[in-house]
């Protein structure tokens, strides 16, 4: 079993933030699927979706933690479906990557975001999958945390959805080979 979580803030005022952007690829999926998010077993505090079954059953989790307690969502899910970190990938925003690009990437540090770090305290790990999301640096003196609780602009949000669609592909990649994904995602937002 594989398990792809959407990172987010849980609740309306946060939907269409940058930092929600991950739950939105994650959920673009699961849409595609035919399948769609309901309540999981209270104890594992998500919401959870299933596509597929036996070996090729991949749960889709949107933590209804508050991002900097991603962790605690993310670890019970994996205690309960006894599921590995080798078979887990966590879609989530990233200042540090161009707006527009993609990358997957194994392990690595949390470049100070705190839903990753969150996940690395709380699985005693950081040997994970990511699909970053680009979704640029803050303008000027603006301070990153405050940047990614804001929407995507109107001009922005074109590119976004186009964005989100590409990375729902990457997910969907990842799920039957991780390395075509990894190449999927680099040649995203690169000229030609």
């Known amino acids: ?57 991949t749960l889709f989790v949107a933590p209804v933690t508050f991002m900097n307690r991603s962790g605690q969502a993310v670890r019970a899910v994996l205690d309960y479906y006894k599921v590995s970190t080798e078979d887990l990938l966590v879609v989530h925003d990233d200042i540090d990557l161009d707006f527009g690009r993609l990358r997957v990437q194994v392990a690595g540090g949390s470049g100070g975001h705190n839903g990753i770090r969150s996940l690395e305290q709380a699985l005693g790990s950081n040997e994970f999958s990511r699909l970053k999301v680009g979704v640029g640096r803050p303008p000027g003196p603006m301070d990153p945390a405050s940047f990614v609780l804001h929407r995507f602009s109107a001009s922005e949000r074109r590119e976004v959805d186009l964005m989100v669609e590409d990375a729902a592909d990457v997910v969907e990649r990842w799920l039957d080979d991780r390395q075509r994904a990894q190449e999927q995602a680099a040649h995203r937002g690169r000229d030609g």
């Open 1 to 57: 079993m594989r398990v792809v979580v959407g990172l987010r803030n849980p609740g309306s005022g946060y939907e269409g933030t940058r930092h929600n952007v991950g739950h939105e690829v994650v959920a673009r999926v699961v849409e595609r699927a035919g399948e769609s998010f309901s309540k999981g077993p209270s104890r594992l505090r998500a919401m959870i979706a299933r596509s597929g079954s036996g070996d090729q059953a």
